[in-house]
Nanobody, 122 residues
């Protein structure tokens, strides 16, 4: 069974940090690009960062650039999202997803986790 399981979400004060993890199983993780998406209440799901299969390429949305860092460890079938300098507007459900190609297009991501809540208080 193909699964992506996120962990590490929670409540943090503005300016704080969190590290999300996404553990993959049931697929050859090193063959997939990975991305982190988020969806805030009343807003569309957006791609905030992505990483290619061997970490040669990364993408960051302007809203998280210089604050968030995506990394992966293919030996552990895990992708990480280090979030620093968190702001209240970062409050959302965070999802990891996998795609056969390194892409910014949501439609390319066909394996999804269940999401983890991140809440940033002011």
């Amino acid at each position: 069974q193909v699964q992506l399981i996120e962990s590490g979400g929670g409540l943090v004060q503005a300016g704080g940090s969190l590290r999300l993890s996404c553990a993959a199983s049931g697929l050859t993780f090193s063959s997939y690009a990975a991305g982190w998406f988020r969806q805030a209440p009343g807003k569309e799901r957006e791609l905030i960062t992505a990483i290619s299969q061997r970490s040669f390429g990364t993408y960051y949305a302007d809203s998280v650039k210089d604050r968030f860092t995506i990394t992966r460890d293919n030996t552990k079938n895990t992708v990480y999202l280090q979030m620093n300098s968190l702001k209240p507007e970062d409050t959302a459900i965070y999802y990891c997803a996998a795609a056969r190609v390194f892409s910014r297009e949501v439609r390319q991501y066909n394996v999804w986790g269940q999401g983890t809540q991140v809440t940033v208080s002011s």
